[in-house]
Every structure is written in structure tokens, then in C-alpha cells.
């Protein structure tokens, strides 16, 4: 049984001008007891939206949706369930704490609407103040702890009912760097311990990446592919997911195949590829897509054929890989090398692509 369940969900919203947008266009989603699945995409493409469907906060113009079995909504069945029958935590960017409560009393809150006798609230609270480590600040008021101190109460807020379905709303997009790490890592070891089910709004592919079991890129609304982190990476199924995740160099070139030997036959050299990506492809228009890391750089002439040859243009030593930005007439390569002297611009270098690297996509 699925944990979450979207069937066709649509929300269109009208602009002042009358103007239609379709935020979320026609979503459908299936999300396991446990798994955590991540929403990453750009600015405007209808996370948001999605999650607050979910939590019961937006209505959709269209669709169903159930937890754990239940339909919390259906348009058709003209069901719409308030957000606090839903059974389920919510974490937002703005932590959107109390100010007038304690942290404790914060954390305390949702157990007390639900009824809860005082002795247990308790004891709920203290387990997971020490599970978050927050259990020094439980008598502080949110103006007298910091950002991130902020974030690990809302979260134990989120978590304090033991709901089997958490939603996040990009939690950690407010506190800096190291902090964000932290919290990352705990938060994934908090989800392994309490076994909930997480849906995960971010537009940062690193935290997408370090946190999903699956990640779903949307774009304009819709889910443009769901997979693993390492599959969306190495197997984009479109060009769209290809460069909204991670870098690439896109080159434009003609599939060519002679006996064993497939290319794409560019204007600055040729690029061998694996069969498997021509994929029944036959002589015609694509584009070649391959990560700076699956190209090398060296100053040695090559005996291979396949090696293009040009000038370094920008190297950037950036601790564990140094970016070059390689140029071949008018086109500029992206290449990471890990290991190796940095390579000045200006020196003259040959470079390779791995053909099981490379990804095709049709042109036009
Ligand atoms: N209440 C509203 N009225 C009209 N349009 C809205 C409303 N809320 C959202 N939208 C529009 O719906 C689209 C999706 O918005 P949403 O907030 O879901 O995006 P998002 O992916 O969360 O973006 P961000 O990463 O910036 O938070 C946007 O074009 C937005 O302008
Ligand atoms: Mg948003």
C-alpha cells in the first residue's frame, strides 16, 4: 500500500488579469511507507503548491489524493478533508514557530490539541528534545535561539506525534552551510529511525541528492522523471532533466555508424558512443550530453583518433577538482580533474569523452 497516493492532481490558479496558471498539471504519484522522496526543481514550478495540496492548506481544481489508504481528497467525490484530520507534520522554510511559547511548549502544542494527558506530553516532549538535542533550550523562547536552533525545534515539532507522513517545505534553505549539513545528516538518521515517510520540497540538487531515496524533478508543474539520485544523473530522461541537474556540455552533432563503430560526427571532432545509447536511432540530428567529469584533459598527444584537441580558457582549482573550461573553435567545454598540476590558460590539451558517458537526445 502506498503511504501517499496523487492521482491526476491539478491546481490552476487565475491572475489578477485573468490569466490561467496551471501549477501543478496533472500529477500523479505513488510514495512507500518510508520512502523519502524529494521534489526538486526551479523557482515557480509548483512545489509549494503541491506540498499544501498534500497538507490540506491549497484545494486542487482536480484529482485525488490519499494517505495511507484514505482519501483525504477527490474532486470527484467532493472530498476535502480539514488539515488537522490529515495525520500528517509539516516543516516550513520560516519556521513559523510560537513566539509566545517555549520551545518545549512549541513541541508540546500538536500533542495538546490532540487531547493528550499531561504526564504523556511530557514524556514525548523529552524524547525527542534529547533525539534533536535540543533538550538545554527547552525554557527558551524562539527570539533567544538562533536560525538553526530554530529549525531543530520545528522540526521536533513535526516529528513529536509520530505521524507516518512528514512534509518539508525547503527547512533548511534558511541556515547556513555548515548548519544545513548538520541537520541534513540528522534528519536522515532521525527518518531511518522513525521510519516516517518524508515528500521533501528543495530547488538544491546537493541536498536533494544527499537525502532521497527517489528524486522528482518537476518542471512547469509537472513530474518530468522520478528515479534515483544516481539515475537521474546518469539516465536523464529528457534534456530538461539533463541540465536542471548537475552540469553538462550539450554538443550538437550527426549520428554516423560505420561496421562496429558509432559517432557523432561534430564540427570539432567525433565522439564515440555506446549502442545502447543510440537506442535505435538511425542517421540523423542529436545532441551529445556528457558531465565535465567523464572528460579528460592531458597534455600528451594522443594516439587515439577520437581525442580533440584545444586551448585551456579558464582553470579554477576548486579543493577537491579543478574546473577547466576548455574551447574548441567556438564551442567551450566543461572538464573536472581530480588529481594532477593545475593546467594554466592558454596551454594547448587534448581531451577525450568516455563513450558509455554519453547520453543522446534527438534534435527539433
Ligand atoms: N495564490 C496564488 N495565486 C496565483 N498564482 C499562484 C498562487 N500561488 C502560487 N501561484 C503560482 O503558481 C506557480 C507555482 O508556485 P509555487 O509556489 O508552487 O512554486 P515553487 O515551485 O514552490 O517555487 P519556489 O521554489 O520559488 O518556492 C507560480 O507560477 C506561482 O506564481
Ligand atoms: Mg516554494
Excluded at 96 to 116: F, K, R, T
Excluded at 138 to 159: E, M, N, T, Y
Excluded at 168 to 173: G, M, V
Excluded at 220 to 226: D, L, V
Amino acid at each position: 500500500m502506498s503511504d501517499l497516493s496523487l492521482r491526476s492532481v491539478t491546481k490552476v490558479f487565475y491572475r489578477k488579469d485573468g490569466e490561467e496558471v496551471h501549477a501543478i498539471d496533472n500529477v500523479s504519484l505513488d510514495i512507500k511507507q518510508g520512502e523519502f522522496i524529494v521534489l526538486l526543481g526551479p523557482s515557480g514550478c509548483g512545489k509549494t503548491t503541491l506540498l499544501r495540496s498534500v497538507a490540506g492548506l491549497e484545494y486542487p481544481s482536480s484529482g485525488s489524493i490519499s494517505i495511507g489508504g484514505v482519501d483525504v481528497f477527490n474532486s470527484s467525490r467532493r472530498i476535502s478533508l480539514p488539515p488537522e484530520t490529515r495525520r500528517l507534520g509539516m516543516v516550513f522554510q520560516s519556521y513559523a514557530l510560537w513566539p509566545h511559547l517555549s520551545v518545549a511548549d512549541n513541541i508540546a502544542y500538536p500533542l495538546q490539541m490532540e487531547g493528550l494527558r499531561r504526564a504523556a506530553v511530557t514524556s514525548r516532549v523529552t524524547e525527542i528534545l534529547e533525539a534533536m538535542q535540543i533538550e538545554h533550550l527547552s525554557k527558551q523562547f524562539p527570539s533567544q535561539i538562533s536560525g538553526g536552533q530554530q529549525q531543530r525545534v520545528a522540526l521536533a515539532r513535526a516529528l513529536v506525534r509520530g505521524d507516518s507522513l512528514i512534509l518539508f517545505d525547503e527547512p533548511l534553505s534558511n541556515v547556513d552551510a555548515k548548519v544545513r549539513e548538520h541537520l541534513r545528516v540528522e534528519l536522515l538518521a532521525m527518518q531511518r529511525k522513525l521510519g516516517f515517510t518524508a515528500l521533501y520540497v528543495t530547488h538544491d540538487q546537493h541536498e536533494a541528492m544527499g537525502l532521497a531515496t527517489k528524486i522528482a524533478v518537476v518542471a512547469n508543474g509537472r513530474i518530468a522523471q522520478i528515479d534515483t539520485p544516481e539515475r537521474i544523473y546518469r539516465q536523464p530522461k529528457s534534456l530538461e532533466v539533463a541540465e536542471f541537474v548537475g552540469s553538462i556540455n550539450k554538443i550538437s552533432g550527426r549520428l554516423s555508424s560505420s561496421g562496429d563503430c558509432i559517432r557523432i560526427k561534430t564540427k570539432h571532432g567525433s565522439i564515440p558512443v555506446s549502442p545502447e545509447a543510440v537506442a535505435g536511432r538511425k542517421e540523423q540530428e542529436v545532441f551529445a550530453i556528457s558531465r565535465p567529469e567523464d572528460w579528460s584533459v592531458s597534455t600528451e598527444t594522443p594516439v587515439s583518433e577520437e581525442s580533440w584537441r584545444g586551448e585551456i580558457v579558464a582553470s579554477v582549482f576548486l579543493g577537491a577538482h579543478t574546473e577547466y573550461i576548455v574551447r574548441f573553435g567556438e564551442l567551450n567545454i566543461v572538464i573536472w580533474k581530480h588529481k594532477g598540476e593545475l593546467l594554466p590558460p592558454g596551454q594547448s590539451v587534448w581531451c577525450n569523452v568516455k563513450p558509455e558517458s554519453v547520453a543522446l537526445f534527438d534534435q527539433g
